[in-house]
């Protein structure tokens, strides 16, 4: 075929269709760095938590002769001998009376044991810094040569409750407010939001009023949190009079905020049911509602579910509304009833990260992955119901 020289027009579409492709390749060029740049900012940001925080589930321990005698229980330092004295946690010497309290049998007698070790002494072993007088740092070396100083797995991060002794400070107190809670959260929330997505989506007219109502429960899924903590307080606290710090009013607060979380997802969940299902029950000459109860939601469930708990994975780790309801306060024990006081474990991070030891430090890098864990578990429960459960039409 002859060689036929090209058009004025045809270049130039010729020369406009290879600049698209060069945007497009820019395009994905810039997808694919930005994608690069927020992996590796998760990449450096678990690097970070994982390096500080693993050390925390390891606990300097140091074996030693403990004498349980009237001295002891009077004067409980007089239970270790003088070189290891300096070394043991405060908190094992104010265990000792009530020891002898709950086993009167360890009267008048002296056992080896392991006992918690003080902050810095953990530290240095660690090889982290920590303020020890040379002649310390020597017994702590002799220990461990000799045996008797050792890192145990901390049993006490997930047992103990809250102290100002970092060595003996836990999670187990935050971990119990935090199951109140969100048990709380999830009974108040569920059934009110559930029922009002099916009111809006399957009963109400669509007029003005209940546009409304859409528009607003859109807006209020986009408030900021603290806001909610102070309708909390302005409400459940100073209205109501329900106890301050308690798991009651977290419960109640942390509803208010997942309620919209809940009506929007369950009404996307009924949305997506096709008609057909309905108008084939309505054929058959039930109810609208037994309609909607017997065939929309149970098809619907998977979506409902999957929203709940997305809802509540996100209020697991609110802080800003807990604190205006008083739930940071220093809680060393567990609660026993939803209205005693209580913290929950974003607020105890948020405590220790204010602590001046340096101790804390580590502690705090550990709350933070097993709260972590624990919402990736809550968003991997989500996706697993979501695919299990879900239908295709």
Known sequence: MPHRKLTKSAITADRRT????????????????ALSLAVAFLVVFFTSLIGQGWSAFQQAEVLVEVSYNEQSVELPLAAVGEDARPLVSRGFYRLIPRQVEQNPELMDTTKEQ???????VDQYLKGKKARLRANEKKTVDRLVEEGRARLAFNTGFFTNGDSKLPEMAG???????????????????????????????????????????????????????ILFGLLGLAIFINFFHVPRSSPLVGGLTLALMTLPVVIISTRAALRAVPDTIRQGALAMGITRWQAVRDHVLPLSLPGILTGTIIGLAQAMGETAPLIIVGMIAFIPDAPGSVTEA???????????????????VERTAAGILVLVAVLIAMNALAVYLRRRFERRW
């Open 114 to 120: 392991w006992v918690l070790a003080k902050a810095d």
């Open 18 to 33: 290879r600049a698209r492709y060069r945007k497009e390749r820019r395009f994905k060029l810039y997808c694919i760095g």
């Open 171 to 225: 999670i187990y107190s935050a971990a119990v407010g935090s199951i109140y809670v969100l048990a709380l959260t999830l009974a108040f929330s569920f059934p009110v939001g559930v029922m009002s997505a099916v009111y809006l989506e399957e009963f109400a007219p669509d007029n003005r009023f209940t546009q409304g109502i859409e528009i607003n429960i859109n807006n209020l899924a986009a408030v900021p949190s």
């Open 342 to 360: 209580a913290t929950v474990l974003p607020a105890q991070i948020f405590t220790w990260a204010g602590m001046p030891q340096r101790a804390f």
